[in-house]
């Protein structure tokens, strides 16, 4: 397919007729930050027309910034770009995630998300080690990637900007996990597709846990904007009473507000016929939307992450490998994944800037009508995650 760009679309050859390197017109680029607590990372710029994202390399390859026509659609967290060096994953008894968190996507895990948990270290071939102390979330979004390669492939008139990596979460004695993650977007096109492997390259019994922390910011979160997913029960939410006693529900995001107190959902949601879940935030007013396709057999819980407070305004949608009840309730429940030796699992996701606000709510609303609710009453049930191989 031909790239559309700037109103006309236009073949590989008409790009080529029109300038000296038709990179003018979209690429991918590799650059160093060189100041503050961003010195020395890397990161890949994606130019793909309307849409431009930025891939901190140094960072997991997590998406940082993204912006369609020169909108920011991506949160920017007060602690701003951290370099890896300088991150203490055991610090503040394991809440100094929080240090280094930002960007568009934040990537989970590998073997623990959530909160902070202390967990029996079954998986470590090592006697003196009995638990093993997790912060925040897991290693994951704080470590570099080898970079592998990047770039632009023609196929006809079909320009692909693309860019992979490998990121290795290991220890002596412990994990040996490695993310194989490949990001691509076409020239002209609104949508990112990632495509993640969590590949087990040790010779122990694993535990593996995931999902995708992506965080949406103004202008397009904004009062009156929506939630929309194709819900069909709502498990769990943090602190009922505080919801209700806030006056925001997950549905209708307020404006940003000076006391607020952080608020989580699970949601429940049904999959359209090829398997995949959608989720969006819109924003009627500005006309533009954020949304997340991911497969329901690979991530098939749903948390949403709100935090209206004044100086931090963000919304997250994220997709998990498990509920929000967490590594220990994991264990317990026999849903915990354990990769065996060279046993992988793998996500496949795409992130899509909306423009037909009608034609995507349309689309949601047909998997399944979401709840007028704004305040549901949480169900307490927690459907059993099946297909989980059982290796402890």
């Known amino acids: 397919m031909m790239p559309k760009l700037y109103g006309e679309t236009l073949s590989r050859l008409d790009l080529a007729r029109m300038s000296g390197d038709a990179r003018a017109f979209g690429g991918v680029r590799l650059m160093t930050l060189g100041d503050g607590l961003e010195r020395g990372i890397r990161l890949l710029e994606f130019r793909a027309g309307s849409l431009r994202f930025t891939v901190a390399v140094d960072r997991a390859m997590d998406i940082l910034e993204l912006e369609w026509q020169g909108v920011p659609l991506h949160w920017s967290g007060p602690s701003g770009l951290r370099s890896a060096s300088l991150h203490e994953y055991e610090g503040e008894g394991g809440f100094s995630w929080g ?35 997790h912060g925040l979330h897991g290693r994951v979004s704080t470590i570099p990637a080898r970079l592998t390669g990047y770039g632009e492939r023609w196929e006809g008139d079909r320009c692909i900007l693309w860019a992979e990596g490998e990121i290795r979460q290991a220890a002596t004695f412990g994990e040996n996990l490695t993310l194989y993650r490949r990001i691509e977007c076409d020239l002209g096109s609104q949508e990112i597709r990632l495509s993640d ?65 952080e608020q989580v959902w699970q949601h429940e949601t049904k999959a359209d016929p090829q398997g995949e879940t959608h989720v969006a935030l819109v924003n009627p007013r500005l006309g533009l939307g954020f949304m997340v396709t991911t497969r329901k057999d690979q991530l098939p819980c749903l948390y949403e992450w709100q935090h209206f407070q004044e100086g931090g305004y963000a919304l997250g949608i994220e997709p998990s490998t498990h509920h929000v009840l967490g590594d220990t309730a994991a264990r317990d429940r026999g849903e915990m994944i354990w990769l065996g030796p060279q046993e992988e699992r793998r996500y496949d996701s795409r992130f899509t800037v909306l423009t037909d606000l009608g034609a995507a709510e349309a689309r949601i609303r047909a998997i399944h009508p979401q709840p007028q609710d704004d305040y549901p009453q949480p169900s307490g049930h927690f459907r059993p995650l099946t297909g989980r191989p059982q290796k402890e």
């Open 197 to 261: 492997r969590v590949v087990n390259t040790g010779f122990l019994n694993t535990p593996h846990m995931f999902f995708y922390h992506v965080n949406l910011g103004a202008p397009l979160l904004a009062e009156g904007a929506r939630y929309l997913a194709p819900i069909t029960d709502t498990p769990w939410a943090a602190h009922e009473a505080r919801y209700r006693d806030q006056g925001v529900g997950y549905q209708t995001i307020p404006a940003p507000q000076r006391h607020f107190s």
């Open 99 to 133: 240090r280094s968190f930002t960007g568009l996507l934040v990537t989970c895990g590998l073997d623990h998300t959530l909160g902070p948990a202390e967990v029996p270290a079954s998986n470590y071939n090592y006697p003196g080690v009995k638990t093993i102390r």
